[in-house]
T-cell receptor, first 112, second 109 residues
Framework: IAGITQAPTSQILAAGRRMTLRCTQD?????MYWYRQDLGLGLRLIHY???????GKGEVPDGYSVSRANTDDFPLTLASAVPSQTSVYFC???????????FGQGTRLTVV | GQNIDQPTEMTATEGAIVQINCTYQ??????LFWYQQHAGEAPTFLSY??LDGLEEKGRFSSFLSRSKGYSYLLLKELQMKDSASYLC??????????WGAGTKLIIKP
């Protein structure tokens, strides 16, 4: 792995199903983020983690949960998917608070 | 509330110069980032400004005025590959990134 990797790259999901989007980085970055990106709305923060063992809520956290058991992994779980969660999801990480963020390649999720 | 404003879309000609503006109102300021995002891809870092003035990096330059809550990204000698969205993001007092909606730049031959 080089950088930050997300899986899957795309998924079609039935409404009501549970889904975990995976995110792994090998840069030993402290902070990690989950964003969703919808047309015309830009990147909106779902959840974040400033360091392993801690998480926080972003702008649009409802319907999503995260965990940060270690430095490298930051999975995002949709407990019961709804069509409004159809979006492109980006995971990002950065070394510390005022350095640039690096993004994964994104997960295109469609909830039907 | 926190807000970042950018034009939705701009059009420019190959070989020309274009300036993309960004104004912000945030709770505190700890730096401003510009990112480039090609369609269907992830954002990639272009520049960072934390002090007033101009930062130059090849064909791209970024300017910041903290007193005016204003930044711009200047792209020179435009190439077709510069067609992309350009995202402005500000780090607030809690060191969270606040993102603008992005400016879609269309380059015409």
């Amino acid at each position: 792995i080089a950088g930050i990797t997300q899986a899957p790259t795309s998924q079609i999901l039935a409404a009501g199903r549970r889904m975990t989007l995976r995110c792994t980085q090998d840069m030993r970055h402290n902070a990690m983020y989950w964003y969703r990106q919808d047309l015309g709305l830009g990147l909106r923060l779902i959840h974040y983690s400033n360091t392993a063992g801690t998480t926080g809520k972003g702008e649009v956290p409802d319907g999503y949960s995260v965990s940060r058991a270690n430095t490298d992994d930051f999975p995002l779980t949709l407990a019961s998917a709804v069509p409004s969660q159809t979006s492109v999801y980006f995971c990002a990480s950065r070394l510390q608070e005022n350095t640039e963020a690096f993004f994964g390649q994104g997960t295109r999720l469609t909830v039907v | 509330g926190q807000n970042i404003d950018q034009p939705t879309e701009m059009t420019a000609t190959e070989g020309a110069i274009v300036q993309i503006n960004c104004t912000y109102q945030t709770s505190g300021f700890n730096g401003l980032f510009w990112y480039q995002q090609h369609a269907g891809e992830a954002p990639t870092f272009l520049s960072y400004n934390v002090l007033d003035g101009l930062e130059e990096k090849g064909r791209f330059s970024s300017f910041l005025s903290r007193s005016k809550g204003y930044s711009y990204l200047l792209l020179k000698e435009l190439q077709m590959k510069d067609s992309a969205s350009y995202l402005c993001a500000v780090t607030d007092s809690n060191y969270q990134l606040i993102w603008g909606a992005g400016t879609k730049l269309i380059i015409k031959p």
